[in-house]
């Protein structure tokens, strides 16, 4: 997602920090610990690198060829920091430029002119390329999970570049920057969010997209989706579009992914809020119900501007249902959008091998900020279970727990959807609490815990109600808060859990306002420098991971700490990160199935002074393999706050490595991989996306101009786009 240290606006969309819940949550739990241990009292104190022999990691899986010679996974030379406008791979690797914005997708749509005067975004590529995912296709162009040369790829458009409003690089002149927004403009925006699937193959060696391929196809803010699970026909989603509250419009701000073990795309509704605005008088036109405290909770205040002004466009249905506000005379909100917010921030089910199916959103796995949804290990007989981020500033971790046990039969469905409705629509709703010892528990979040049943802040009245208020549930059992929890993967060999925690300007050994102390599981707190920027908190992230226990008990350790190479390494480059490993803001995150690599993407705003963002590569062990530290700490007064926690083993050589540096301005996000890891497929996000809506006349003051210098379409505005990475001697990725 966009802009994380470095916002071009007043206002970062992005940047949601809406948990000003009493929840005492971890920190207070901790403050208490310590004061009673009187700790708190005292004075005490696309360019190659040079190939090297590579470091010993044996091969893991490794070549189908018995004359092959070994593979050496993180066997190639990493790829050094850079601030250049290219994208950098190791040597003997290729990267090419496959599906950009703006890219025709439907037939008969015209190429992209790439100069503000392109129209018809649904039948086109989206903006800011997100997660993504592969779906197999045989020679019968029908599902195949053992295709390697074709297949679907889905791939979330998240967003766009924007600055005072407008979209800006996708209108001739930089568009609109204030109110109200022309529907032509706005038409355009909205049409470029959402999701698009389209088809790949790799002929005589290439791989590309078929612009033409009746698989292809879109969705967008507009597409009709069911409302599945618990809140369907809730009456916190009835609206005058759906006034029984069984449909809603579109999906929105999509980030992280994932797949179904039957075979369908999940999308995560990330950062919905701020596309809605909220009338200066709205709490009062609801008489201060309690809409009004999730509303707020979910970082929508009354009189809140939205991020784009599509509501100004006109006075149409389409435009009107971005004012979440009351402005009908209805009890129930069946003649206006007051309840259309309720309607976004889900993971959505979207089937890509069939254009026809209405996608569904399947509520039971809670509404948030979504990133990514991970399945843990697939078990015949046992439940599945999805883990699932919240990416705001002190969010938390969930888990999802299907009612119905897995039968291998549901693999490989006639109708994927209905499976879904098996798996996804039924089942327990869990969030985590961490302990300072690294140990945890799953706490349910249902009726039947009295802590929801009997909250003061909010009344919940059923599981719809839970399903739609997830955050609101969350603190009311006393969920530990995270430094932002971007994507999840699950680690395919060990079923242990990843999570990136991308960073939190809000922890400090001195809390006011809406800061917290460090604690067990975001344990570090300290400046670093961007330039003569001072930047604080937690500024580069960092990665947990957890192992399921006995009941629904769990144990962790904090994986990986991003960091400057040359930071302190005691306090915060605990990691040991040499200068071919260090990084900051960790978001993207995927296991590779084929060689067991856990790929690391940035979205960063504070190492950006050094290095454009990157992709990691790791080989990582598991919970426990490094031990328990104490990060002590001094404040100013001299008193002291000691901070327990487990930290996993440091980094070596033979674990961690750069893989690729991306062009100006970007983040790097999505992974999708062949099922043999030849190829992968990679998203560079909002490439110049510093550049000033002032200078959009003059392409020599673009931030960037990716991927036109690297030969790749029209024009010199920079656009984000999918890549595909090969190795040039046909082996697999990463080795
Ligand atoms: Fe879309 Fe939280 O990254
Ligand atoms: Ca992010
Ligand atoms: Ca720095």
Redesign the pocket.
Known sequence: ?TQRGEPTQATDFNDENSNTSANPSFEAVLGARLSRRGLLRGSVGTVGTAMLAGFGVSACGGSDDPEAPAEQLLGFAAVPKGLADVVAVPAGYTASVLYALGDPILPGTPAYRNDGSDADFDRRGGDHH?GMEWFGLGADGKRSDSATERGLLAINH?ATTDEKLSSFFIHADGGTATLPRPALEVDREVALHGVAVIEVAKTGGQWAYAPNSSMNFRLTPLSPIEISGPARGHAQLITKYSPTGTMTRGTLNN?GTGKTPWGTFLTGE?NWFGYFTRGAADDAARGNDQSVTSLKRYGRSQGAASRHGWESAGAADQYARWNNSKTGTSKDGSDDYRNEMNGMGYIVEIDAYDKTRTAKKRTALGRFAH?SAAFGKVEVGKPLTVYMGD?SRGEYIYKFVSTALWNAADAQPADRLAVGDKYLDSGTLYVAQFNADGTGQWVELSMANAAIAGYGAYRFGDAGDIAVHTRLAADAVGATKMDRP?WNAVNPASGEIYFTLTNNSNRSIDPTGSQYLPDGPNPRAYTDMKGTTKQSGNPNGHLVRMKEGAGQAFTWDVYLFGAEADADKGMVNISALTAEQDFSSP?GLVFSKATGICWIQT?DGAFTDVSNCMMLAALPGSVGDGGKKTLSYTRADGSKLDVATQVGKAATPDTLKRFLVGPKGCEITGLAETPDGKAIFVNIQHPGESTKMADIADPARYQSQWPANAGYGAGKRPRSATIVITKNDGGRIGS
């Open positions: 997602m997100d998240e980030c990330e990133e990416d971007e978001d979205d």
